[in-house]
């Protein structure tokens, strides 16, 4: 009887951060770090952002020794051409390459206009700055409703979704900070693993972020393991038991 090679479905599952394997469902993203290809997992970005690693896909396409190469040739040829023009401030001796990176020298005023008032031409000047202020939901309800939308829009649902897979649907335990009141905490958790999301509702664009992982539902504060939310198959949360 011949026998059948199993592989998993993913070749990478060991972290080149923490030397964690994933769990089935979870994902690895390709890091650069000088010429050798790394990969790390969800809870390890900022680690890996820290130290000098860099995600593969955001770098630039284009040779930036050569771009930095072709700009210094680009204006030495230009101070070039303008020294061979004769271009010297008005005869006096002294050549002026960067006359037209020189500032702008303001009109003096009429003599008869007013004088501003001190202070106006600061004021005029000044940007003004825009202010982003975003309600925060003050029943627990709303907070617990926004940040399940959140959750939802976010790219962890697969995550979810991949565990659950494999394990059955989770628990989910959705509940607003004790000491910071803007943070509300999301738990999703099985008899093999559970994860733990937060939200905070005040930043300008709230955003999931992981916060915590493990493999013992003992490592959770009781009320992380008293159900208030659902999840289906899809990794998509719903208030309800």
């Not at 939901?137 to 897979?165: C, D, M, W, Y």
């Not at 937060?198 to 916060?211: G, H």
């Amino acid at each position: 009887m011949a026998t059948r090679d199993i592989r998993p479905s993913t070749a990478h599952t060991i972290c080149d951060v923490c030397g964690r394997t994933l769990l089935r469902g979870e994902r690895a993203e390709a890091y650069l770090h000088g010429d050798a290809r790394r990969w790390v997992c969800e809870l390890c970005k900022s680690r890996a952002l820290h130290e000098g690693w860099i995600r593969e896909g955001t770098m630039p396409s284009y040779d930036q020794g050569h771009s930095r190469s072709e700009r210094r040739r680009s204006l030495l040829s230009r101070l070039r051409a303008r020294r061979e023009a004769g271009g010297s401030d008005g005869g006096n001796g002294r050549e002026s390459y960067f006359d037209d990176e020189a500032p702008a020298v303001a009109p003096a005023p009429a003599a008869d206009s007013p004088a501003p008032a001190p202070g106006a031409a600061r004021r005029r000047d000044r940007p003004r700055e825009p202010r982003h202020v975003r309600a925060v939901p003050t029943s627990v309800e709303q907070k617990t409703v926004e940040a399940i939308e959140l959750f939802n829009a976010s790219e962890h649902t697969r995550t979810v979704s991949g565990v659950a897979r494999s394990l059955g649907l989770p628990t989910v335990a959705v509940s607003p900070s004790t000491v910071r009141p803007s943070q509300v905490n999301l738990v999703v958790s099985w008899e093999l693993c559970w994860y733990r999301y937060e939200v905070d509702l005040s930043d300008d664009d709230p955003t999931v972020r992981v916060a915590g992982q493990g493999y013992e539902l003992d490592e959770l504060e009781a009320g992380e393991r008293s159900p208030n939310a659902v999840a289906d198959d899809r990794g998509t949360l719903s208030l309800g038991q």
